[in-house]
């Protein structure tokens, strides 16, 4: 792709600029914010897709916008902390002089700060995403290091009969507190499919034509 756009003199100067050590964590940075952006929209771009069409109402030019700020978001949001994470990480190495674990804490501490510590929809999806991941991680960290004993039996059944009790009784009792995505797919799975009236909205629609 950059062969056919750039002349072939300026392909070598930037492949030799590429290859130099002293400009290698600068570039790593911007690699970071290419990679964070491109895989913040390939992520989010479906989902908005599925969920807006699915469940939001309006114009397609207002379901279009939606898709796109909410992929916008994510995109831009995942580029900011991969350049701010990196960024810090490096710092604190040439501080230090080495590499220490608690750099990585610290650097993602503050990068979660600044970037998704605003608390909307997108923030709040992407964290509660990975305090699901931090939680398994942590759990199993505490078997490897035997600060817990490592289970005689799969517990997954259980996890799951636990995460699902749950979730079902904050819907039907505490539905306030769960976010408005989980709300609305839970809705459409138990509470819509309680309500027809004809075959139509039986079969083939979730709800009648005016109702939507």
Not at 40 to 59: D, N
Request: hydrophobic share 45%; net charge positive; glycine share 6%.
């Amino acid at each position: 792709m950059a062969e056919a756009v750039l002349p072939s003199s300026v392909i070598r100067a930037v492949n030799q600029l590429l290859k130099k050590k002293k400009y290698r964590a600068a570039l790593a940075v911007i690699k970071g914010f290419r990679n964070g952006a491109v895989y913040g929209a390939k992520i989010r771009a479906p989902h908005a897709l599925v969920m807006t069409f699915l469940f939001k109402s309006g114009s397609l030019k207002d379901k279009l916008k939606a898709i796109f700020q909410a992929t916008y978001t994510h995109s831009r949001n995942l580029a900011y902390f991969v350049v701010t994470y990196k960024s810090i990480l490096q710092i604190q190495e040439k501080i230090h002089g080495s590499k220490w674990q608690f750099h990585s804490f610290l650097a993602a501490c503050v990068g979660g700060w600044l970037v998704f510590g605003e608390n909307n929809h997108i923030n709040s999806q992407v964290n509660m995403y990975l305090l699901s991941r931090v939680l398994f991680g942590l759990s199993r960290l505490a078997v490897e290091k035997g600060f817990i004993p490592e289970p005689k039996f799969d517990v997954f059944p259980i996890f799951s009969a636990l995460v699902w009790g749950f979730v079902l009784w904050l819907f039907e009792y505490h539905r306030h507190t769960l976010q408005p995505s989980l709300q609305s797919s839970m809705t459409y799975l138990y509470d819509d499919s309680n309500i027809w009236h004809d075959i139509s909205d039986f079969l083939i629609y979730n709800k009648p034509k005016q109702q939507k």
